[in-house]
């Protein structure tokens, strides 16, 4: 059991009185390492949570400065911070929020190259990015890995959350095998996003997240959870493993890490 300050008991009392968390549940999560991909919309309220729950360690990857345009929604970052890197401002913030949290600043983009030396240094991967060839790497280095991903992805006033864990349920790819050709995804610019949206979903990923470290509930692998801002709906679409798919199948076809052609350069 994890050696308790008397200001942790403090900090984290709401949490040890309920029976599904406890001494034993905070210690895990002290003890956890959890990687955020990206610092922005869904990337907010994900680290901020993670932060106040006391997530130990937590890796942000990110490579972007903070713009004003970024401020109608990612709420890890201020006014103050127009300039500087987003994982800067994140840390700064989350440090604020709890001292305990050892915070690991990646101020880089994820490619084929520094995934596999970053990922495999976490339990857990949280994917707040908003590009597909991201998504698609993680998800393949993820397989290869054997790590658990809680997916969040938002578009206008819609938004997805789903957990893809490796050996338990669909991959990514199982859903979507390919990315949609460059020619044919919405230009982010012209799409705009709700800027509560990824408050929401940022905060399903971190609730997903937390369960999971915790090994509590019943967690989203296998089942697609749809959010409509617009109509306040929420659904829930079930997801099978696909045999035939070619990361995660029988016979899988993708067997290195492949960096598709960004199309997509607005930060959500
Ligand atoms: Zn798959």
Redesign the pocket.
Known sequence: MFNFSKEQIERYSRHIILKEVGGMGQTKLLESKVLLIGAGGLGSPIAVYLAAAGVGTLGIIDDDVVDLSNLQRQILHGTSDIGIPKTKSAEATITEMNPDVNVISINERINSENAFQILEQYDLIVDGCDNFPTRYLI?DAC?MLGKPIVHGSIFQFDGQVTVLYPGKG??????FPEPPPAGLAPSCQEAGVFGVLPGIIGTIQAVEAIKILLDIGDSLIGTLLLFDALTMTFNRMKLR??ED?????ENPTITELIDYEEFCEVQW
């Open positions: 998800n397989v669909p991959c990514y790819r199982c859903i493993q696909d798919c070619p990361m995660c199948g």
